[in-house]
Structures are given as C-alpha cells and as structure tokens.
C-alpha cells in the first residue's frame, strides 16, 4: 500500500536527499531540519488560507511523519475540496487508525479521480473482505494505469483463483521492479528444485532456465533472501562455487536459515569443516533441521555421540524425519538394536524410505522375515533402490517359481534405477531363460558400473559367439584383441579369479607364456584351483616340474581330480610308488568320469606293481 499516495515522488526527490558520497555534518543536519521546518510552517499558512494543495502536501508530510492527529484535520479539508491524493492519503491514515470502512469511502473517491495508488489500496480492502469480483476490479484499474504494487496485487489474486491471465500481471510487476514478482515469476519458471536445502532425495536434476535465473538476479540484487537462496542453488548445480558461496552468503546475512546451512554444506565440500560448523549452527539455532543433522553427522565422525545425539534429536524436533533415521543409524552403530529399531521405525512411519529399509534390515537379521518384507516392500514403493534390490534377494531365497518371477522383477526395478548388482542378477536370470539379448543389456550396464562378475560374464557371452581367428597367409594366426578379451581383462583386472584364468589361457594360446603365468599365479594365489592347475601345467612345459608338483598339489587339496592325476604320474615316474597310489585314488574320488577312469587304472597298476 503506498502509503503517500499520489505525492509519495514528490518527497523521494532530492528535497530531503543528501548528496551522494558525502556524510552529511551536524550543521548541515541543523539547516535540513530548519528548511523543513520553515516549509511546514509555509504550508500551514497556505493551508489556513484555504489553499486545498498545501493543505494535502503538509497531512502528507505529517502523516509521513506519523503524526496522525495534525495530519487528519489537513487532509480532510484537501480531500473535502476535491484533492485526489489528499483522498487517497486520508484512507491510508483512516486504515491505519482502524477505520477501514471509512477508509475504503475516500480510497473510492480517489480511485475514481483517478489513482491508480487509491486503486490498488481499494482493491486489497475489498479481498480482505472476501469480494474477489470487487477486488479484482480496483486492482485491475490500478495495474493498467502502471502501478506495480497493483500489478502485483492482481497476479497474485488471480493466480489464487487458478487463472492463467496471473502470469501477464506477475511478470508486468516483475518487469516494472517488484522483488517479489521478480521471485515468483522465477519460481513459475524454474522446474529444477523444489526447494533447495531441502534432503537430497527431493532435489531435481535438470538446470534451471536462462530466464529464471534472470529473475532470481534480479530479485536478489533488490535484496529477496530467498532469490537470493535459489540463485545461490542454481550456480552450485552448475559448478559455480564460488559465486553461488556469495549468494548464500547474502541470503544467510539476510536470517535464511537454508541458506546458511547451504553454505555450511560448500565449505563443508571445500575441507573447510570448523567454518561450515559454524553456519549450520548458525542455522540449526533458527530451526533448520538440515543443519542440524549436518552438526550431528559432523560430531559422529568425531566420536562425540552425545553431541551428536542431541543435534539429531533438535533436528527432529524441528520436523525434519532424517533426525529419527539418523538417531537409528547411531543406535546401530553402538549396538542398542532396541532404540535403533525405535528410532527406525518413526522415520519409517513418517515416510522416510530408508529408515523402512533400514528397519526391514534390522527385522531381517534378527529373524523376523515376514515382519522385513512389508516394510521393504514400502521402502521400494517410495522409490529405494536398495529396498528393491532387497526385496530381489528376499524373493530369490525362496524357492517357487513365483518368487523367483517377483525376484526378476524387483532386481529389474533397481536396475532401472543404476543398481549395479541388481543388472547383474537380471542378466544372470535372463541367461538362464535363454534371453541372451536382453541378458547382455543388462550385463553391460553391471559391468559398466563396476562389477567384475558382470564383466565376466558379458564375457563368456561375446567368446560363446566369437568366429574363429583368421589365419595368417603363411599358416601363422594374426591376433586383434576382441571385446570379449577386454572385459576379461577388465574382470581380471579387479580380482576375478575365473576371468584371471581365462586371461591365462589366451595368453598361453598366442604363446605369450610370461603374461600367462602372470594370471594364472594371480589367480593360483587368490584361491582358484584352476589357475593353480593351469599354472603347473605351464611350469611343467617350461621344464620346472617340481615346482608345478607344488602348484598341482594346492589345486588337488583344492579338489581338482586332474592335478591329482598330475601328481599321481610325477610321483610314479618317480618310483615314489605309495605317494603315487595315495594321490591316484585321491583323482578317483575327485572325478570327473574320464579323470576317475585313468586314474583308477594307474592305482590299480600301482598297487599291483608295491605288491610285487
């Protein structure tokens, strides 16, 4: 509500301004008030005198002033004699005095004569009383004559009704300077974050217009904290830092709390930890939940539970459910499974998808599987991935042929959403129904995201359908790494000891004898009795049979039926007879059918030959 009316220019001239750049001295203070002084006095003569102008500029002056009884008497004679802002001005003074009926009388008047201020005031009286018709009309003639405060007002009543004809009048304030259009316009358009500061899972992911972050701009260089918050959000997003720290910190200097804990969160990123502290604390004492779990996760990783108890507890009594899950997780930690199931199973029942998850976890380790699987179930619904993922492993442990479909289809939805080992159970399952296109999809996407059993398996998929290597012109074969040797590579690479034995034996194929040796002692050594067999067979070739008797002797306690074969042969050859039978009968017993077969022929002969 402008509260000078029609005259408010009039008194933002440089008439009571001082020049810019100077701080005015106590002589010059004494002659602005003389000046003031003697004008108020020259107006009270006029006044006297029947002059309705002077009349309405000294009750504006006055009620500027807040001197309500000189002003009243002034403006009443201007607007008796038809003084438009004197009309306007004296509405203003009546509202304020508590006189809105007698109020809105003189608004009219004024309204009528043309203001487009009296306009705008008229309007707001008549929404407060609920005539919307009536309200809309004011408003509207006070936002075609160019009134900002109008065009705001209008927007905003239209917008409240739902009509699109909101946004033309919200961004005509905006255009003409109102902060607050500027904001909401902003906000109309940007689709990129709900609200920022709030928890992480809620936040979008696509990048705010051009034309919002305009809008932001400029409502935050006219002094709106919150524009100020989002702008400070938006330059994060995209990798500006340091301008958005600035941002947040002029929206923080402001009282916003978010965005003191927002940039708690960027000093916090750049290892400043004690300075993000003191912001959150900044902003946990004004009630922002966020911070406050922020100061407790800081003082957990400190060890200071008690500490951190407490600012999770504050931050569940400022409403914000991840204190609770927090409290959980602490519980857990120090092995109070009670209060952790507690503390889970309030954040669960407020809608916090993880602590139903983590609740679910918790009654699934102590045993209680139907008590787990609704509250995964909720979890997943709510959109967990790991929960859906859980749910997967839950259904895959029983056995009928309806979990194991139900199984499918959660490990689908979490691999739909980026869970790694989720592709890979899809895959797995979809080789298994012969599905070897959609197998391979999902494969990639696991291998993709970092497992190396996914990598493998991918693969055993592209060997299966590898052609033969051509053959070189002279009889020799030409070698060009294949995909499928990548990935094997790969899988080794992060430990895999099948992919370390198959990476062995293509070494070994092309004749590269030291980097086969390389896998298959990686392997050997990781456990698998394969490489170790294959190991010994290398060794074996190269001359160095006792060593592979060493490499053979692992594989066979491992139970590999071949390397005891192997050792059963060395040990014969040796004459060491009875070791040889020993190790012959361990290959009978090991299999498989052909390995059982010749090694129970070697006992027999063996035995035959000590009986001699």
Not at 29 to 53: N, P, Q, W
Not at 106 to 132: F, K, N, P, T, Y
Not at 319 to 335: M, R, T, V
């Amino acid at each position: 509500m402008d509260v000078m009316g029609d005259k408010a220019t009039l008194f933002e001239t440089g008439r009571f301004v001082q020049p810019s750049g100077e701080e005015p001295s106590r002589d010059e203070d004494e002659m602005g008030e003389a000046t003031e002084d003697t004008e108020e006095v020259r107006l009270g003569m006029a006044a006297r005198t029947g002059d309705a102008e002077a009349a309405s500029v000294l009750g504006a002056m006055l009620l500027r002033r807040g001197d309500l009884d000189a002003a009243e008497p002034q403006l009443r004679a201007a607007a008796s004699a038809g003084d438009r802002p004197a009309a306007n001005n004296l509405g203003v003074l009546l509202h304020q005095r508590g006189y809105p009926d007698e109020a809105a009388v003189w608004w009219r008047i004024a309204a009528v004569a043309g203001s487009a201020a009296a306009a705008h005031a008229l309007g707001r009286h008549h929404r407060e009383r609920g005539d919307e018709p009536a309200a809309e009309y004011w408003l509207r003639q006070s936002a075609e004559q160019g009134h900002v405060l109008g065009a705001y007002a209008l927007a905003d009543l239209l917008e409240h009704r739902g009509d699109s004809r909101s946004a033309y009048w919200m961004r005509a304030a905006a255009e003409r300077g109102h902060r607050e259009a500027a904001y909401r316009l902003a906000r109309s358009l940007d689709r990129s974050d709900p609200e920022p500061g709030g928890p992480e899972e809620e936040s979008g992911t696509e990048e705010a217009s051009p034309e919002a972050e305009q809008w932001y701009r400029q409502a935050a260089a006219r002094g709106h904290r919150r524009a100020a918050l989002h702008l400070g959000a938006i330059l994060e997003k995209r990798g500006e830092l340091k301008e958005a720290g600035r941002w947040y910190l002029t929206s923080a200097k402001d009282g916003e709390a978010r965005a003191a804990c927002a940039l708690g969160f960027l000093l916090r990123d750049a290892g400043d930890s004690e300075s993000a502290a003191v912001w959150w604390l900044r902003a946990a004492q004004d009630g922002d939940g966020n911070a406050a779990n922020a100061l407790g996760a800081l003082h957990a990783e400190r060890g200071e539970t008690q500490t951190a108890e407490r600012w999770y507890r504050a931050a569940l009594d400022a409403g914000d459910d991840n204190g609770a899950y927090n409290l959980g997780l602490l519980c857990a930690e120090q092995g109070r499974t009670a209060q952790a199931e507690q503390w889970y199973r309030r954040a669960a029942y407020a809608g916090h998808r993880e602590a139903a998850n983590a609740l679910a976890i918790l009654l699934l380790r102590g045993g209680d599987t139907s008590g787990a699987e609704p509250w995964f179930s909720k979890a997943a619904e709510a959109g967990s991935v790991d929960a859906a993922f859980n749910l997967g492993i839950l259904h895959a442990g029983r056995d009928t042929a309806r979990d194991s479909e139900a199984a499918v289809r959660w490990y689908e939805r979490a691999a739909a959403a980026g869970h790694t080992e989720a592709a890979l159970q899809v895959g797995i399952a979809r080789l298994r129904e012969g599905d070897e296109q959609t197998a391979e999809r999902h494969l990639r996407c696991a291998a993709g995201g970092g497992s190396a059993e996914a990598a493998y398996r991918l693969a055993t998929v592209l060997d299966a359908r590898r052609p033969p290597e051509p053959a070189h012109e002279l009889g020799e074969s030409v070698h060009h790494k294949t995909e499928c040797e990548e990935w094997y590579e790969r899988a080794a690479g992060q430990g895999h000891r099948r992919a370390q034995v198959r990476v062995g034996m293509l070494a070994a194929a092309r004749g590269d004898v030291v980097e086969a040796a390389r896998w298959y002692r990686a392997a050997a050594e990781a456990g698998s009795r394969n490489g170790a067999f294959n190991l010994g067979l290398l060794l074996a070739r190269e001359g160095s049979e006792p060593e592979a008797a060493v490499w053979w002797t692992r594989a066979a306690d491992a139970g590999h039926g071949r390397a005891a074969l192997r050792l059963a042969l060395v040990y014969a050859r040796r004459g060491e007879l009875a070791e040889g039978q020993r190790w012959a009968a361990r290959a009978v017993e090991l299999g498989p059918v052909e390995v059982a077969e010749r090694a129970a022929r070697l006992r027999d002969a063996l035995r035959e030959e000590l009986s001699a």
